[in-house]
């Protein structure tokens, strides 16, 4: 992770801050290329440890095991979408434009941004891709997002449900629109790559540009 964009998350994701020291940095760089590679399924500490000539104590003193390790991944991940978000429209005066560039990155956001090196934007992409529902289906769901480890996702959806409002004032669901949006762009490229009989997006050299136009018409369809 480039140390000028340091994305503070919920403290109850980890044991100690991976941010805050070279082998923590590490470990999250690392854990993303592993999980990419391999899935969560077969990921385990010990092969993490292995790849970075490092134990699986040390890593423990971290996160204290690999559901949180990709609870981290995915918050981070809806956390540096924020940023790109703020980043890319707060010039931007008309919600209604403001919006279609929103739609822009979530349709854009698996590609990798340099300047973040060495955390591959592209590899976490993939992973929030296939292993982000994983995140909250689980048993102790309740008990997770009393503990706040949900966060970045619902300010994700907060702050673009402001521009719908802004858009819409008399519009009645905006969270429920754009989590709708944001999870249609993510299982929408898992179709395309996998199951592909579920969507239209096929076409590697349209698919972007096909998945921004479902999202467009899905929510300014809505919106009028």
């Given at each position: 992770?480039?140390?000028?964009?340091?994305?503070?998350?919920?403290?109850?994701?980890?044991?100690?801050?991976?941010?805050?020291?070279?082998?923590?940095?590490?470990?999250?760089?690392?854990?993303?290329?592993?999980?990419?590679?391999?899935?969560?399924?077969?990921?385990?500490?010990?092969?993490?440890?292995?790849?970075?000539?490092?134990?699986?104590?040390?890593?423990?003193?971290?996160?204290?095991?690999?559901?949180?390790?990709?609870?981290?991944?995915?918050?981070?991940?809806?956390?540096?979408?924020?940023y790109q978000i703020r980043f890319h429209t707060h010039n931007v005066?008309?919600?209604?434009?403001?919006?279609?560039?929103?739609?822009?990155i979530f349709t854009r956001a698996h590609h990798d941004d340099p300047?973040?090196?060495?955390?591959?934007?592209?590899?976490?992409?993939?992973?929030?891709?296939?292993?982000?529902?994983?995140?909250?289906?689980?048993?102790?769901?309740?008990?997770?997002?009393?503990?706040?480890?949900?966060?970045?996702?619902?300010r994700l959806v907060a702050e673009v449900a402001a521009v719908v409002?802004?858009?819409?004032?008399?519009?009645?669901?905006?969270?429920?629109?754009?989590?709708?949006?944001?999870?249609?762009?993510?299982?929408?490229?898992?179709?395309?790559?996998?199951?592909?009989?579920?969507?239209?997006?096929?076409?590697?050299?349209?698919?972007?540009?096909?998945?921004?136009?479902?999202?467009?018409?899905?929510?300014?369809?809505?919106?009028?």
């Open positions: 992770m480039n140390p000028l964009l340091r994305i503070d998350l919920n403290e109850r994701l980890y044991l100690r801050d991976p941010q805050d020291t070279v082998l923590g940095r590490r470990l999250v760089a690392e854990s993303v290329k592993l999980i990419d590679e391999i899935g969560l399924e077969q990921f385990t500490f010990k092969k993490l440890a292995l790849r970075m000539e490092s134990t699986e104590a040390s890593l423990y003193r971290y996160f204290e095991n690999k559901h949180r390790l990709l609870v981290y991944l995915v918050s981070w991940y809806w956390a540096w979408l924020r005066p008309d919600a209604a434009q403001r919006l279609r560039l929103i739609l822009g300047s973040t090196t060495p955390l591959d934007e592209a590899a976490l992409y993939r992973i929030v891709v296939n292993e982000a529902s994983k995140v909250y289906l689980t048993h102790d769901v309740d008990e997770d997002n009393q503990a706040g480890l949900f966060r970045e996702y619902k409002t802004e858009l819409a004032p008399a519009y009645p669901f905006p969270r429920a629109l754009v989590s709708t949006l944001v999870e249609a762009a993510r299982k929408q490229h898992f179709f395309a790559r996998h199951l592909p009989g579920l969507t239209d997006a096929q076409n590697p050299d349209s698919q972007e540009q096909d998945l921004y136009r479902f999202l467009e018409s899905l929510a300014f369809g809505a919106l009028r």
